[in-house]
């Protein structure tokens, strides 16, 4: 055995600043191969003291031990210190240590033994190979030791919304893997190592735990001079911010924030983080402008991390700024990396070009530096037929990406086939990366057939599927757009959907691939062919079956005893914690024991039980405690799926509480939670389908179901029940009946492989009576007292059981309400029944049933129902979440004597008006009597107000605001129904209005109007309120005495008032912007449509001060302008119906919702659009499809537009006198009225001409 190298004591005991002293006190030895790692400090300080100490240890001899110095310096653009700063750093380490210098004499021959050695890159593998030709013997200094990075190793994944990622997340992996290697390779020669890391603190205790593990590592953690207190905020409170945030809860965040004991500058950090996690972007703008005037104070990560926020919420010119003072002085891969994918996004080639060679010199092993490539090369692919936007960096690229990049450039004319084979040829290797080229080229110039097959091949690729996905999402969206509807294309459609789904079903976690899939699927985009499509699609992959699993042994349950002394500290721990996430947060193995299978399968038992009774708050309390508890437990027990039940029967007692909000949420957790594992995968989508099928969203349960079905995985009896279950309902829900009996049978075979008794057969009953309750509209008056009498019965078997009443209760109660309002007499045992299920369910479910079910529900209960239902993140969301509250509010507006008062009718029609569209602040829970009080108010102020909705009976009921007093009034019926009248009209009209010629006149106009009779004050100024399936009546078209109201009222349209409340008590700062575009080509030789449209706007948009825009493109630059003029074609459905497209007489052809995004928060909005101001009523739910609509959800005020083709004679002479009214400061009401009124002195009485402007909105909006 060697002996033992031994430090004599330096003459100065202790010092200022970093003291290594403690290090060596206590008898210490110097074991060869060890490496102190000190965290924190001055680098000077930490390297020339280390050294000083290192260099006194001594052999027995009396000779040093150790034979020379070498530091193992990164690249200069990453550790700035030259060689003399070097050796300063030393010498002073030796005076600070000894406490006098060294004597100048002496200086040179120390210095020799000094060897700088300067790394040409940060690769790890390079710092050890540095070390082992060294010599025996040497003192290694490693400063920067946290910048090196080794491929090997893989970063543990971050799941989970509230977790905050850390930068020593990244680096103590990469530094333990260093540390590891530089050790093995300094042991044999005897060297040791000083590692300092000193702009990187370590917060986690789990951090410095995996640093100790290593092998003669010795880490050590000092006192930065600037205390980081934010890191230790993400770490111990930030995961609860984010939790409200990502939750629709960003004020309280703020909140709490605000109230923290950190400085402001930390405060403003943590605040953008979580406000960009929340989608806040006015609070996300707010905090890059304040940055943006430190800049120059501002370090190059938080600068980096400044530019990516700024470019994610669309601060471009801010992003640069934040990002080219970034790039040249980056030195973490990471931040390099993101810096990259950053300025490749914008597009900013001298950026991307700076950054590329960085993070090639510094990493040349990063896996972004091809990735990067070729992204831009797919960019460049992925373009229309004319070149647009600023030419791409080519940075890094090879042969093959110039070769695609030239041939398939904008415009070009290719033959997809002969390229194809050429790169096959040329670069096999480039195979699939070819194909997506191709696919993108071809997507670009409208060759769809030849874009779908290149990018199926291409999925065909593991590395390229993700991009080739989202290809063939982008042909099925532009192929709904076009409107592809042959029986070859559907079949090109649905093999789109299966690479789609298929890959969505391997890929839970695909949340944004999802999101996109339901909005090209859902009506805005699709027209009303996406829903059918994607069912049938659905219906076909799930007749392939399924694979049976054998079921696995399941747990025995702990006793009462053991479970209670693990649930109580359970439930103490987790109430300490910030924030519990499922999948995430894991309980202490101490606590959970030695059974934990037997607490899961305990509290599996509870839950069961606890799901068929009816529960209070209290309960639902208990319930989710139980819920996540069994998540907290699921990594003691990974076989069992337990946590995806527990989350799924949680998420419909959620749902039946009234929040469907965090129902969705917890959809959405069973996916992330599904991991890789083929069965948890299918688990995970079962349940996502059913908690989306209770919310109705018919689209999200579709693929859910899709996805189930193309998951390979084996599945056991009661989870294919569960399955069918989900399916049954959704067939139900989308009224394919012969589904959902088909769906029953299969049930009932399940029923009987799994024997669920009578227990079990007595639900399949229910959903039998189920479908026959949704089947009742064919039944005799016979057959319908037959039902409810089914009902009772079976509702009285279910109340001799412990299952759950709800189903049961709720198919009596609608069976038994239905025949009432039909006139019939329900038998006594079923008057009775109703009684005793009211005493039985408890006062919120029985509230809920009576409301829903009643033949003429009470005010007080519809209030309730509404004002029980949390508030939907997404405002598309809240129609169906109102579904109930719609049923109830129609049967309430019943006509009956006496007439209900005006206050109650006014509330039910508030009730029944457009509530999908975004607010700009928080709504207000609804009193009965606000509605009657606001528009009593309106009306006292000169605007009268008409609310019309339909009612249980399918005629019109209206409301009438007038100089502060209310009435209710109901047109004269006819021989048909006001709604079958409608719908009649809605087959030609309004799109019609917009071809009836001078020469036909205006007769047309009367003829189909005066179908309707609707009541209206006789104020000069008028607001409509309509519930949505009125909304495609033009209101300037309404017949009064034989006249168009517009001709003689300035008459707008709200979506409720709710809404206009709203918008009223949250007035925008106007930027004064003013946006006129014109897709159009001005200079050519061809004087078309919109040629026209803009020769005559141009002299008004620049009398007026307006930007103008005539490119062929949506601008991307009108957001959150004062006032924004669009004149462009738009385009309906083949059956005319949905405002489907935006076009030009060229190329531009997009969706109406593009240019709704590209329109967000702009004040006004004037559509010079053919139907752009048509409203339709949405097919499944309470609300509109309407262009109007897109733009009022996405923050924009007011929008003026014609809800049929508006001639172009129209346009300048309608901009003419609403500009100089709009300037003079009239309300949009007004100066629309009177531009119309303009219009009809200039291009003559015709209402296809003067009456066609109309407002939406903000109908009281100024300048």
């Keep these: 055995m060697e002996p033992t190298p031994q430090l004599k004591s330096p003459s100065k005991p202790s010092l200022p600043g970093f003291d290594p002293s403690p290090l060596f006190s206590g008898g210490p030895v110097l074991r060869p191969g060890e490496a102190n790692l000190i965290v924190g400090g001055s680098v000077r300080q930490v390297l020339g003291r280390m050294a000083a100490c290192i260099l006194n240890f001594y052999e027995p001899g009396g000779l040093r031990y150790i034979g020379g110095v070498t530091v193992l310096a990164p690249p200069r653009s990453v550790w700035d210190y030259s060689d003399e700063e070097v050796h300063q750093m030393l010498l002073q380490g030796l005076e600070d240590m000894r406490g006098k210098a060294m004597p100048p004499e002496q200086v040179p021959a120390y210095l020799a033994q000094v060897v700088i050695h300067r790394a040409e890159s940060l690769v790890a593998g390079d710092v050890a190979t540095a070390i082992a030709a060294a010599g025996e013997r040497q003192l290694i200094l490693v400063p920067a030791a946290n910048k090196y990075t080794d491929p090997a190793v893989k970063l543990e994944r971050i799941v989970g919304q509230s977790v905050s990622k850390l930068m020593e997340d990244v680096w103590v992996p990469h530094l333990a893997r260093l540390a590891s290697d530089c050790i093995a390779a300094a042991k044999p020669l005897g060297s040791v190592i000083v590692m300092s890391v000193t702009d990187d603190p370590l917060v986690k205790r789990e951090s410095f735990d995996a640093l100790s593990s290593v092998d003669l590592l010795f880490p050590m953690v000092l006192e930065f001079e600037e205390e980081p207190d934010y890191r230790k905020l993400l770490v111990e409170q930030a995961p609860a911010w984010v939790a409200l945030a990502v939750s629709g809860r960003a004020k309280e965040a703020y909140q709490q924030i605000a109230a923290a004991a950190v400085d402001e500058d930390t405060k403003r950090q943590v605040t953008l983080q979580v406000a960009s996690r929340a989608g806040d972007r006015e609070t996300v703008v707010a905090i890059l402008e304040e940055y943006l005037k430190v800049i120059d104070d501002t370090s190059e990560v938080p600068l980096a991390r400044l530019g990516r926020f700024a470019h994610l919420h669309g601060q471009e010119q801010a992003a640069h700024k934040f990002l080219d003072a970034a790039v040249d002085k980056l030195s973490d891969q990471m931040w390099l990396e993101t810096a990259l994918m950053t300025v490749a996004a914008m597009e900013a080639a001298d950026l991307v070009d700076r950054c590329w060679a960085r993070l090639n010199a510094l990493f040349p092993h990063s896996p972004m530096l091809a990735e990067n490539v070729e992204l831009r090369l797919l960019r460049m ?83 390229h599927e993700p991009y080739a996905v989202r290809i063939l999402l982008g042909a099925l969206r532009r192929m709904f757009l076009l409107e592809y509807r042959s029986a070859e294309d559907v079949q090109v459609q649905k093999l789109a959907l299966f690479h789609i789904l298929d890959f969505l079903g391997r890929n839970p976690d695909e949340a944004t691939l999802r999101a996109s899939l339901v909005s090209a699927l ?91 009774t009816f529960d209070s708050d209290d309960d639902l309390t208990a319930f989710e405690r139980f819920a996540f508890t069994i998540c907290l437990l699921h990594p003691y027990a990974p076989q069992y799926s337990s946590d995806l039940n527990a989350l799924r029967l949680l998420a419909a007692k959620r749902w039946l509480h009234g929040h469907p909000q965090r129902a969705r949420d917890i959809g959405e957790q069973m996916l992330a939670l599904a991991r890789d594992a083929p069965t948890r995968r299918r688990l995970a989508w079962a349940s996502y389908a059913d908690v989306f099928q209770r919310t109705g969203s018919h689209i999200d349960a579709l693929i859910g179901l899709s996805c189930v079905a193309l998951t390979d995985a084996e599945v056991l009896p009661e989870d294919m029940y569960q399955e069918a279950y989900t399916l049954l309902r959704v067939a139900r829900d989308l009224h394919l009946f012969d589904v959902a009996r088909s769906a029953l049978q299969a049930c009932r075979r399940l029923a009987d492989m799994l024997n669920v008794g009578e227990l079990g057969q007595l639900r399949l009953e229910g959903v039998e009576i189920g479908l026959d309750v949704a089947q009742h509209h064919s039944l005799t008056p016979a057959q319908l007292l037959a039902l409810v009498e089914r009902a009772r019965n079976h509702c009285e078997r279910v109340m001799a059981t412990p299952d759950e009443l709800y189903p049961a209760a709720a198919n009596f109660m609608q069976i038994a309400g239905t025949a009432e309002r039909n006139g019939l007499q329900v038998p006594a045992p079923a008057i009775a029944m109703r009684e005793d299920l009211g005493r039985r369910v408890g006062t919120d479910t029985g509230t809920f049933l009576r409301a829903i079910s009643a033949p003429v529900p009470e005010l007080k209960d519809v209030v309730w129902l509404h004002n029980r239902l949390e508030s939907a993140r997404n ?135 005066g179908e309707f009779e609707l009541p209206m004050p006789a104020s000069e100024n008028l607001l409509v309120i309509a519930q949505p399936r009125l909304q495609q009546l033009p209101i300037n078209l309404y017949l009064e005495n034989g006249q168009f109201a517009g001709e003689y009222k300035a008459i707008g349209m709200a979506p409720s008032l709710t809404w206009l409340d709203n918008a009223r008590q949250h007035r925008a700062v106007s930027s004064g912007k003013r946006h006129g575009w014109i897709s159009c080509s001005p200079e050519a030789e061809g004087y078309r449509a919109l040629d026209m449209v803009f020769a005559r706007l141009e002299p008004y948009f620049q009398q007026h001060g307006f930007a103008i825009d005539t490119s062929g493109r949506i601008p991307a630059d009108v957001r959150g302008a004062s006032i924004a003029v669009v004149a462009a074609h738009g385009q309906l459905t083949t059956d005319k119906r949905y405002i489907h497209s935006i076009a030009d007489e060229e190329d531009l052809n997009e969706s109406a919702l593009s240019l709704a995004r590209a329109l967000a928060k702009v004040e006004l909005v004037i559509l010079f659009v053919c139907s752009g101001g048509r409203v339709d009523p949405h097919p499944m739910v309470n609300t509109t499809v309407s262009l109007p609509k897109m733009l009022l959800d996405r923050g924009c005020r007011t929008v003026i537009a014609s809800p049929w083709p508006l001639d172009v004679t129209v346009t300048a002479n309608w901009l003419e006198r609403f500009l100089e009214r709009w300037d003079a400061g009239d309300t949009a009401l007004e100066a629309n009225f009177k531009a119309n009124d303009y219009v009809k002195q200039r291009l003559g009485p015709e209402p296809g001409l003067c009456l066609a402007m109309t407002v939406y909105g903000d109908v009281l909006l100024t300048r």
């Design 381 to 463: 692919c992925d373009s229309g037929p004319a070149p647009s936007g600023p030419a791409l960096s080519r940075a890094g690229f090879q042969e093959f990406h110039t070769h695609f990049a030239d041939t398939l450039a904008p415009g070009s004319k290719v033959d997809y086939v002969a390229l194809a084979a050429e790169a096959a040829q040329r670069w096999p290797d480039k195979q699939p990366l070819a194909n997506l080229c191709v696919a993108l080229h071809a997507l670009g110039h409208r060759d769809l057939p030849a874009a779908v097959g290149p990018a199926v091949e291409a999925a065909k690729s593991k590395e």
């Design 875 to 1009: 405002s598309e969301d809240t129609p169906a979440d109102q579904t109930a509250v719609v049923v109830a509010a129609h049967r309430l507006l019943l006509k009956r004597e006496p007439e209900m008062a005006p206050q109650d009718a006014a509330a039910a029609i508030e009730l029944l008006s457009d509530r999908g569209l975004e607010l700009f602040g928080l709504a207000q829970p609804l009193t009965a009597d606000w509605p009657a009080w606001f528009i009593r108010n309106l009306s006292q102020a000169g605007v009268g107000v008409v609310m019309l909705a339909i009612d249980g009976d399918s005629e019109v009921i209206a409301v009438i605001a007038e100089n502060g007093q209310l009435r209710v009034e109901r047109p004269a019926r006819k021989q048909q129904t006001f709604l079958a009248r409608l719908n009649t009209w809605s087959a030609d009209y309004p799109y019609r209005y917009g071809s009836i010629t001078r020469e036909e006149g205006n007769g047309e106009f009367y003829a189909s109007m």
């Design 522 to 612: 859902s009506v805005e985009t699709a027209g009303g062919v996406g829903l059918p499509i994607l069912a049938s699609f659905a219906l076909d992959v799930i007749a392939q079956g399924v694979k049976p699993a054998t079921p696995l042994e399941r747990p025995a349950p702990c006793g009462e005893a053991e479970f209670k002394a693990f649930f109580e500290p359970a439930i103490k721990w987790m109430s300490q914690q910030t924030v519990i996430e499922a999948g995430v947060t894991r309980l202490p193995s101490e606590i959970v024991g030695s059974n934990a299978a037997g607490h899961i399968s305990f509290m599996s038992h509870m839950l069961r039980h606890a799901a068929r």
